[in-house]
């Protein structure tokens, strides 16, 4: 019994001496991943041409399977310049992290996850002033549904925009509640 404490002992401190020389090696490296690095303000967001011209020659992440990648990838939006490269990643909470970390030059995702990406992380991105894409949003009913419940919904809808409800409720989870609801401009 003695004889495996001494062996388990002996494993875990050959275990920690490796993963002190594997330190060591990153540090000599110049890779020391306890390293606090701190960058100096050049420029403030209000001081840079917020436009798609500023992907040009640029590497965008987004998520798979999403309306950014096919917007980039089909090329057919003559706003956005030719990009250096497209990375796709299958889990959106990727992305940001290949942004902050220098593998991405910018991301496309919907502006409120960056926006709350940016408040759970305490972390800055610039977001460009012209949306990559506005779109409206809806609610369906059965077709066959004769309650009547689609003039009941959009009664109260219209009353809450009108009385300021709907603003209230957006603005305890987004900043710039106004710029969300645009829905009166939507396609004209």
């Known amino acids: 019994m003695g004889e495996q404490k001494n062996q388990k002992t002996q494993d875990v401190n050959q275990l920690l001496k490796i993963r002190r020389d ?20 050049t420029h403030h967001s209000q001081e840079v041409k917020d436009q798609f011209e500023d992907l040009e020659g640029k590497t965008i992440a987004v998520q ?15 706003r956005i310049p030719a990009i250096r490269s497209l990375i796709a990643l299958q889990k959106r909470e990727l992305i940001y992290p290949f942004l902050s970390k220098g593998y991405a030059d ?7 996850a960056i926006r709350q990406y940016m408040e759970d992380y305490n972390i800055k ?8 894409e506005t779109v409206g949003l809806g609610v369906a009913f059965d077709k066959n549904d004769d309650r009547g419940i689609e003039k009941q919904l959009t009664e109260i809808l219209n ?30």
Do not use: C, W
């Open 159 to 188: 009353q809450m925009r009108n009385d300021g409800t709907e603003k209230k409720i957006i603005s305890r989870y987004i900043p710039d509640a106004d710029k969300y609801l645009e829905v009166d401009s939507y396609g004209k």
């Open 22 to 41: 594997k330190l060591a090696e990153l540090q000599a490296d110049g890779k020391d991943p306890f390293q606090i690095t701190k960058f100096d303000v």
């Open 106 to 112: 910018a991301l496309a995702a919907h502006e409120t």
């Open 125 to 132: 991105f610039r977001i460009l002033d012209e949306p990559l």
């Open 64 to 78: 798979t399977t999403t309306r950014p990648e096919k917007i980039f990838l089909s090329k057919t939006d003559e």
